[in-house]
């Protein structure tokens, strides 16, 4: 098992603290991974910055290449990639050969196509004698950490656009979940000049702050929550740095009277709880009209009672485990206190699953206000709330009512349609609408 750095083009052990990496479906170790020391992310950002001239100056078509040969090594290696993901999160071997994989390979391929085609949004002659125009030039080193919930295909999100458009990159995996990136760096250690990708493994703090705060890191790109992009705004603000925040989420689905309930179940028992609700993008908070309701409240407690949880290669699981014991106490904890506030029940699931491992059942809370901590907060586990029915107003279709203020976050919004041509409003007052990245 590949359990190495990545360091201007040259694997070595980390000289830091040693992470045990779980098995999140039994709770075993499965491996060691030595953290990078502040002497190696230092190495490391200077081996990117090394790189950055020569990578910047290749024309488009030669970094392009170099994606595609990533994309054809991930084809080719992907069920060794797809068991390794698999042991370390416990997610269906069958989901992330079949599904993930896939869509990894294709990150690569896409952002070759990208750089191919760039766009100028304005050129012109504005004043007399001159030609304004627009250059896409690289910013530099790129530091980039990656979450645990899609370790291969987040890492993938951070590299294809950044390399391809001429930048070096330092990334540092979640410590729960390195190996699938540290294998892809050993792969990229043959496909790329050196210091274009260079990987650190180790916790935020001091590996992830001594990447976000280093001086020569022109930009920083996280996929994490909320109080560690604060943290990040506040390190690049010493160097205006560049920042890409990918924060959390809370994603409704709106459901209206006359919308297809059962597309509508299969719809959220697919992706309320797909990858065990571990998604920003998860949706996880419903509305709906107040006729449909409380069919959908019972159909969809019987969908997710019928969601098959168990370890990656079970016969026809579904659903795996949560990534760790602490993640598993949240998402409990969050569950609890609902359950405990009187006016919200749950339907289904709400307990632990017994035996090895972090599983916690696919659980559903109906009767949940727009104020409580299960609406406001990211779970980010596999828990639906359902709100108060929304009322109708005969004259202008169905709508939400004044519920205060929405979730802070935003992330993909799933609205099922109405069959009938009427208008419908859905926007919450002070909310605003938003799409997925």
């Known amino acids: 098992m590949q359990t190495q750095l990545l360091i201007g083009g040259r694997l070595t052990g980390g000289e830091g603290p040693a992470e045990t990496v779980l098995d999140a479906a039994s709770g075993a170790a499965i491996a060691s991974v030595a953290s990078a020391s502040a002497e190696q992310v230092e190495a490391a950002v200077s081996a990117a910055e090394a ?6 100056g290749t024309a488009p078509r030669e970094r392009a290449a170099a994606l595609l040969r990533i994309a054809e090594a991930l084809e080719r290696d992907a069920a060794a990639y797809a068991s390794l993901e698999s042991r370390n999160t416990g997610k269906p071997l069958a ?15 896409y952002f070759a196509g990208v750089c191919r085609v760039p766009q100028g949004l304005a050129a012109g002659e504005y004043l007399p004698g001159y030609t304004s125009m627009i ?5 530099g080193v790129v530091g980039s950490i990656a979450p645990w919930n899609y370790p291969l295909m987040m890492a993938a999100w951070k590299l294809g656009p950044a390399i391809v458009a001429g930048n070096t990159v330092v990334l540092k995996p979640s410590e729960m979940t390195p190996l699938t990136v540290l294998k892809l760096g050993e792969q990229l250690a043959e496909l790329l000049p050196p210091g274009v990708v260079n990987i650190v493994c180790g916790r935020g703090e001091p590996v992830g702050s001594g ?8 930009m920083v790109s996280l996929t994490g929550d909320v109080g560690t992009g604060q943290k990040v705004l506040a390190a690049a603000a010493g ?33 309320a709880f797909y990858n065990a609700g571990q998604d920003c993008t998860a949706a996880c908070r419903l509305y709906a009209g107040e006729r449909i309701y409380e069919r959908l409240v019972a159909d969809l407690t019987g969908a997710a009672r019928s969601i098959r949880v168990g370890t990656q290669q079970e016969t026809g699981v579904e659903m795996g485990p949560l990534i760790s014991e602490r993640q598993r106490e949240r998402v409990a904890g969050m569950v609890a206190r609902a359950a405990a506030a009187g006016h919200m029940e749950v339907t289904t699931g709400g307990a632990r699953r017994a035996g090895g491992g972090f599983f916690y059942e696919p659980t559903v809370i109906a009767g949940a206000l727009q104020a409580d901590e299960i609406v406001q907060r990211e779970v980010f586990g596999p828990v639906v709330s359902r709100a108060s029915a929304m009322r109708s107003r005969p004259s202008a279709g169905p709508t939400i009512r004044s519920m205060g203020s929405p979730p802070r976050y935003g992330r993909a919004t799933s609205g ?4 009938s041509r009427r208008g419908c409003s859905t926007a919450p007052p002070g909310s605003t609408r938003t799409s997925p990245p």
Not at 135 to 139: F, G, M, T, W, Y
Not at 416 to 419: I, K, N, Q
């Open 416 to 419: 099922v349609p109405c069959r």
């Open 211 to 218: 990447i976000t705060g280093h001086p020569r890191v022109r």
């Open 95 to 109: 989901a992330m050969l079949n599904d993930e994989m896939p869509a990894i390979a294709d990150v690569f391929r």
């Open 239 to 271: 160097n205006l740095k560049r920042t890409h925040l990918e924060l959390g989420g809370k994603a409704p689905v709106i459901v209206f009277d006359d919308a297809d309930l059962e597309a509508v179940v299969a719809g959220v028992r697919t992706f």
């Open 51 to 56: 790189a950055f001239a020569g990578w910047a």
């Open 135 to 139: 250059r896409r030039d690289p910013v």
